[in-house]
Structure formats: C-alpha cells, structure tokens
C-alpha cells in the first residue's frame, strides 16, 4: 500500500527543474510535452516537418538555378498554356489543378469534422471525394507531363531555354506528385474502415485506432493539408514566377 511520504516523494520528483536543464527534463520524461497530443499525431508533425525541408531544399535550390542561369529562363505562361477553340490561355491546367487541389483540403477538412461526430457514412464519403479530387489532380498532372515530353522537354534540357528547366520541373513536380498519390491510396483505406465502422468497434487492424476513436482521419487529413499548402508554394514560385 502506498504511503503519504511515497506519495509526496512522488510530487517532489514531478517539478521540473529550472532553465534549459527543465526543458530537456520535460520533453525526454513527455511530463508536459505530448499530454494533449497522441504518439501518432506527433510522429505525423515530425514527418510533416522532415519533409518541409526537403521540398524547402528543391524550391531553395530552383531559384538558385533559376537566378545564376546564364541562359533565359523558359515563360511559364507560354510554357504551360493550353489552346482551347483555338485561343492560347496562359497557366489554365494550373489553375484548375490548384482549384481541385484547394477544394480537396475543404472536403478533407469536413471529413475530419464529421468524423469526430461519429457520422462514419458521412466521413467516409468526404474521404472519398477528397481521394477523387486528389486522383483528378495526378491525372491532370500526368497529361501535363504528356505534354511537354512530347514537345521536346527533358530533365537534361528543353526547346525554349535553360537546361535546368525540365530538371526542376521533373523533380518538384513528380516529388510533389508522388505525395498526391501515396495521399489517395491511404485516403482510399482508411475511407474503407470508417465505411464499415472499425473505429465504432475498436477493431484491431491496419491503421485502426484500438480505442476506437477517430484520430487517424485527422493525421489522415494532417497529411493532405500539408501535400495541399505546399502546392500552393510550388504554383507561386515555378509557375507564376
């Protein structure tokens, strides 16, 4: 039986020491730290995180090409126009690839909300149009790749300028194409197990929570919020810029 000194001792042992020693002592015992936060929606911030500098050093490393180039950079707007009734309009691909790509973060953000309401039909439906919208989105980006191939661009050159164009362009765009994809397939499964109610009954699996809750779909949609947010970065530095 436990005694009220080993109790106290117990206290005593609880308060952190002062300066830069208790902020070490606080994160390496999680006192304080990860109290509001699960293990999986903190290993998902620290992936988020990991993977900001990696796009951070494609983007970085893009406009360090881009400005020391000595060769005139490819037009965007020319570059990515499409003739539709035979009128060239500049980016229009683009725009609505970012349109379906934003609006997925809206319906992904629905199917969060839903989901904390236990409405496992309407979370589920949300996922899955969230995964259509991100599926249309790497569908349109692959024409767009179709595209340029076909009029000459390759990741050691290209018919309008500097080399490191399509270099640049394959890379960020493919990397960032990846995530999309890797996005939907998850989407896809954990849409499957909320339609038939694994969260409701606790049941153990593959990305279910064992508590029954509905957590996942919110480090699900942590995901595609940060896939969405860098879109936004790669449209205004590649294609406006």
Known sequence: MTTDVELANRGASLIRPPGLRGVAADWSS????????????????????????IF?????????????????????????????????????LIAIMTFIL????????????????????????LMLVTAAFGA???GMQAFEWTKLI????????????????????????????????????FLIIMARKVWRGDFDRARRGFFTSRKGRYENVEIMGLYWHFVDLVWVFIFALFYLW
């Open 150 to 185: 076909r009029e000459g661009v390759r990741p050691w050159g290209n018919p309008w300028g500097a080399d490191q164009f399509g270099s640049s362009f394959f890379m960020i765009t493919g990397f960032h194409g990846t995530h999309v994809t890797i996005g939907v397939i």
């Open 102 to 125: 934003i609006s997925s973060s809206g319906t992904m953000a629905m199917a969060v909300n839903f989901g904390y309401r236990r409405d496992r039909l309407k979370t589920a439906l």
């Open 56 to 92: 951070s050093c494609f983007l970085l490393s893009y406009m360090t090409v881009r400005m020391s180039t000595t060769v005139p950079w490819p037009n965007p707007s020319a570059v990515f126009a499409l003739t539709i009734g035979g009128t060239k309009i500049p980016l229009i």
């Open 136 to 138: 249309t989105f790497v």
């Open 30 to 53: 999680d006192q304080r730290a990860f109290k509001s936060a699960s293990w999986g929606k903190a290993m998902m911030w620290i992936f988020l995180l990991s993977d900001t500098f």
